[in-house]
């Protein structure tokens, strides 16, 4: 069973920092391209950060050269380094493999809880 376990998020102003965490269980961590996304208010949810097994990273526009992915496949855990935080960063961030995890029956899409992120002007 799946368990994706996000922590880590908070209030702080902008030009702030976050490290976010994410503990894993449940899936062939080492195997998996792992992912952080964000769903700001009222938006989709949208694959910000990636890393590959071997470590190669992909971010969005918006992120790059603000944000920092990085894993430890011997702890299973996934974490994203947040610099110069801007208000537009706000929302809930999950970690999740990519193309996300599925679960079930009934087969759906697994998601953690997440953790708030909101950065004040």
């Known amino acids: 069973q799946v368990q994706l376990v996000e922590s880590g998020g908070g209030l702080v102003q902008s030009g702030g920092s976050l490290r976010l965490a994410c503990a894993a269980s449940g899936i062939i961590f080492r195997r998996n391209v792992m992912g952080w996304y964000r769903q700001a208010p009222g938006k989709e949810r949208d694959l910000v950060a990636s890393i590959t097994s071997d470590g190669i990273t992909n971010y969005a526009e918006s992120v790059k050269g603000r944000f920092t992915i990085s894993r430890d496949n011997a702890k299973n855990t996934v974490s994203l380094q947040m610099n110069s935080l801007k208000p537009e960063d706000t929302g809930v961030y999950y970690c999740?493999?990519?193309?996300?995890?599925?679960?079930?029956?009934?087969?759906?899409?697994?998601w953690g809880q997440g953790t708030q992120v909101t950065v004040s002007s």
């Open positions: 999740n493999k990519q193309p996300p995890a599925v679960t079930g029956p009934p087969i759906r899409v697994y």
